[in-house]
């Protein structure tokens, strides 16, 4: 290593803040279906995503390839850059998680660098092949890949299991569902974690700590490991919330085809080095899943919200990065400046959270909002599967598997 500048230590460090946030935010991806449908406690579900996704950390670095030497030229990007590009994909984290909207993580630290470079070095400065090829055309694909396959496999599920025992059949799928979030953490880790890696890698390179075109060193991987681990223990229960109750109502069937198509998807993906959304992947598995059980629905006004939400991601989190370089490119002033207000407003945004907090001990309490026009006229017309007469599919599936247990939606 041959240099270590104070803005270089300010870029891991903020870069490590922003994998935490990453964490949190979408620990929803892995565990949200799996609490909601009673399989694990919440405690015990985050504990066990935080470990899978230390443990995905390590098994791949070409997702941190694509970010640290595909996404943007290397020459000419100053650590200033890779400073401003975090605060934008921060700001949106926080702001997503405090709405509970399952946005991308991923989108927002690619709309931030790309926002950064742009301001820094021009419109040059990014690669659009890769681009296109990498990040946008599988943000399109994926949750159509994960959703489709989900509501094929939830059909099938319901197939093969119509003439086994109900008990039975409901602890199998259980165990199956939480065996598939797991790996869908292994996954998440894998896929988001290296995209902290590669952040801190082309931070490196740029402040000359690095040859150009280096893998991520063991300690960049390491902890970019632990950040995202300590930040899914943490749990994002408002996007859990959403994820597990707003989209739809899931029964562990549908919840294990979920898991697995995506958990399918990313894995392949990360394989390919695409920067993938693990947050459009569950999302669209999740609704697939959700139509894939006959009489079962998706709130689309809740999807709709999520879809604006995708949309956004990459144009608003380029807009505050672009500003931020703009300020950082004052001087070393204007970086200070830059960083005292990224703090005070994570901590604003923190301070409303807590005018209505959601945790591990509410995150299944409440009923999910009313369901949309669209959602009533589906129902109307498509019946509702034998045995269901009007409780929610989550508290049908926690009664049939513990049928002297309070419902899914009361246990936690």
């Known amino acids: ?186 996954a998440h880790g894998t896929n988001d974690a290296q995209k902290t890696m590669g952040i801190i890698t082309l931070a490196l390179v740029a402040g000359g700590a690095l040859a150009p075109d280096s893998d991520p060193p063991l300690w960049v991987i390491l902890s970019a490991g632990i950040a995202i681990a300590l930040g899914t223990y943490l749990g994002g229960w408002r996007i859990i919330r959403t994820m597990g109750k707003g989209l739809t109502d899931l029964q562990p069937q549908q919840g294990f085809a979920a898991q697995t198509s995506a958990a399918t998807v990313i894995l392949a993906s990360s394989h390919l080095g695409f920067s993938l959304s693990t947050t459009h992947s569950v999302s669209g598995a999740v609704m697939g899943a959700g139509l894939g059980r006959k009489g079962g629905v998706v709130r689309w006004s809740t999807a709709t919200r999520m879809f604006v939400a995708w949309g956004l991601t990459l144009p608003a989190a380029a807009l505050v990065a672009a500003i931020a370089e703009w300020v950082c490119g004052l001087g070393d002033w204007g970086t200070a400046l830059v960083a005292v207000f990224l703090v005070v407003s994570s901590a604003a945004i923190w301070k409303i959270s807590r005018r209505e907090v959601v945790d591990h001990t509410n995150v299944v309490d409440d009923e999910p909002e009313a369901a949309g026009v669209v959602t009533q006229a589906m129902a109307a017309v498509t019946p509702p599967p034998a045995g269901v007469t009007g409780e929610p599919a989550a508290a049908v599936a926690s009664s049939a598997s513990e049928p002297k247990a309070p419902s899914a939606t009361t246990t936690v």
């Open 1 to 186: 290593m041959e240099s270590f500048s104070l803005i270089l230590a300010i870029v891991v460090v903020t870069a490590l803040a922003f994998d935490f946030t990453n964490g949190f935010h979408d620990t929803a991806n892995a565990m949200a279906t799996t609490i909601s449908t009673g399989a694990l406690k919440p405690k015990v579900a985050v504990a066990m995503s935080a470990v899978l996704n230390l443990v995905g950390a390590f098994l791949s670095v070409e997702v941190a390839n694509t970010i640290s030497k595909g996404l943007v030229d290397e020459t000419g990007i100053r650590p200033e850059v890779i400073f401003a590009a975090l605060v934008g994909a921060i700001l949106w984290n926080l702001l997503t998680w405090l709405v509970g909207l399952p946005s991308s993580s991923s989108h927002a630290l690619m709309g931030g660098l790309i926002g950064a470079a742009i301001a820094s070095a021009g419109v040059g400065a990014v690669h659009g092949d890769v681009l296109v090829t990498k990040v946008l055309l599988p943000a399109i694909a994926a949750p159509l890949v994960a959703g489709i396959a989900a509501m094929l496999g939830a059909r099938l599920t319901y197939r093969l299991g119509r003439k086994a025992d109900g008990k039975a059949a409901a602890k199998g799928y259980r165990a199956g569902q939480i065996a598939s979030a797991g790996l869908v953490s292994l």
